[in-house]
């Protein structure tokens, strides 16, 4: 009797003990951090570059963009945030997607990289964010 209580307590433990990996898999990992910087969103690289979709899961930004260029491995990306915040209902940041290009074949090439932009969070639960170098703009929901 006392060694099935034994056996029946073990098991218990290591059930309770066992995480899911639901909980793992549901965890959304950004690729990069978003800069908040008025000197580097004026003077960062400006190579030309077009973008065509944005979408927000949970605290990432993922902006699908497109440039010329051989395959774009040699690309140095940034997303910056001008620093200034602009009072209205939804507040208002303003971003650039800063994109140093020195490729140079002729083949336009398709990316989409996601970004953290829970730095990016004001007062309340919302802020608009409007990209400089695109008319693209998305609300940001926390």
Excluded: H
């Excluded at 056996?7 to 290591?14: D, G, K, N, P, R």
């Amino acid at each position: 009797m006392m060694k099935k209580k034994l056996i029946l307590s073990f098991l218990a433990l290591t059930f309770l003990g066992c995480s899911s990996d639901d909980d793992n898999e549901n965890q959304i990992q950004c690729e990069f951090d978003t800069l908040i910087s008025a000197e580097q969103f004026k003077n960062a690289p400006s190579d030309q570059l077009l973008i065509s979709d944005l979408k927000i899961e949970n605290n990432c930004l993922k902006i699908s963009f497109s440039s010329g260029g051989c395959d774009g491995s040699s690309w140095e990306l940034k997303l910056i945030d001008a620093g200034e915040v602009q009072e209205s209902d939804p507040p208002q940041r303003n971003l650039r997607l800063s994109l140093k290009n020195e490729e140079l074949c002729l083949a336009i090439v398709n990316r989409e990289l996601s970004f953290d932009i829970s730095n990016l969070q004001l007062e309340g639960n919302r802020v608009q964010l409007n990209f400089a170098n695109s008319d693209q703009r998305i609300l940001y929901e926390y």
